[in-house]
């Protein structure tokens, strides 16, 4: 059973580049999150993507957007990259078929972009 | 103050002891509860999910949930230096399909 996988595993870009990270969710899951991981934080939720729409957005600006494909996969997209960008950024599959109201989120391995 | 607030650590353990880690909630109104393990350089592997009041157990962990003092806790039994990571609590805020995490608690497990 393959669980989430994202690519790529690490990325360089310099301020002001365009950056494109991609997930594919865990084989029965619909759902997409995607966090961020600043050095010694917890993840900051950026936004989640179900039946192809973006269905709850934190608050991260608009250069940060995204996408899902029918498949489920999902795009991570960033433009006019900053320094403060640099960070791991995390994908997280979860369906809605778990225990309780919040269905459990499994992570990917994430992306490690860096600013320069 | 923060939705979710974990002591930063280290949390040093000798090997076969019990490590005990806390977390506090600001959302009366959340139901679910997770315990996420990150080791240096990886991405967060969740643990533990506990949903009512009480404790859970699952192997060697233990997770503690008190809804009215809002506050959630994980033992690790028989601490192994294997253990030794980053453990983040993670609770969605009510009606939210999110997770709020804390910064995580830094467990050393020393042999």
């Known amino acids: 059973d393959a669980g989430v996988t994202q690519s790529p595993t690490h990325l360089i870009k310099t301020r002001g580049q365009q950056v494109t990270l991609r997930c594919s969710p865990k084989?029965?899951?619909?759902?997409v999150s995607w966090y961020q991981q600043a050095l010694g934080q917890g993840p900051q939720f950026i936004f989640q993507?179900?039946?192809?729409?973006?269905?709850q957005r934190g608050n991260f600006p608009d250069r940060f957007s995204g996408h899902q494909f029918p498949n489920y996969s999902s795009e991570l997209n960033v433009n006019a990259l900053l320094l403060g960008d640099s960070a791991l950024y995390l994908c997280a599959s979860s369906s809605k078929y778990g225990q309780g109201d919040f269905d459990e989120q499994f992570f990917g391995p994430g992306t490690r972009l860096t600013v320069l | 103050q923060k939705e979710v607030e974990q002591n930063s650590g280290p949390l040093s353990v000798p090997e076969g002891a019990i490590a005990s880690l806390n977390c506090t909630y600001s959302?009366?109104?959340?139901?679910?509860f997770f315990w996420y393990r990150q080791y240096s350089g990886k991405s967060p592997e969740l643990i533990m999910s506990i949903y009512s009041n009480g404790d859970k157990e699952d192997g060697r962990f233990t997770a503690q949930l008190n809804k009215a003092s809002q506050y959630v806790s994980l033992l690790i039994r028989d601490s192994q230096p294997s253990d030794s990571a980053t453990y983040l609590c993670a609770v969605p805020p009510s009606g939210f399909q999110k997770l709020v995490f804390g910064t995580g608690t830094r467990l050393l497990v020393s042999p």
């Open positions: 993507y179900y039946e192809e729409e973006e269905r």
């Open positions: 084989s029965g899951h619909d759902t």
């Open positions: 959302d009366r109104g959340s139901q679910s």
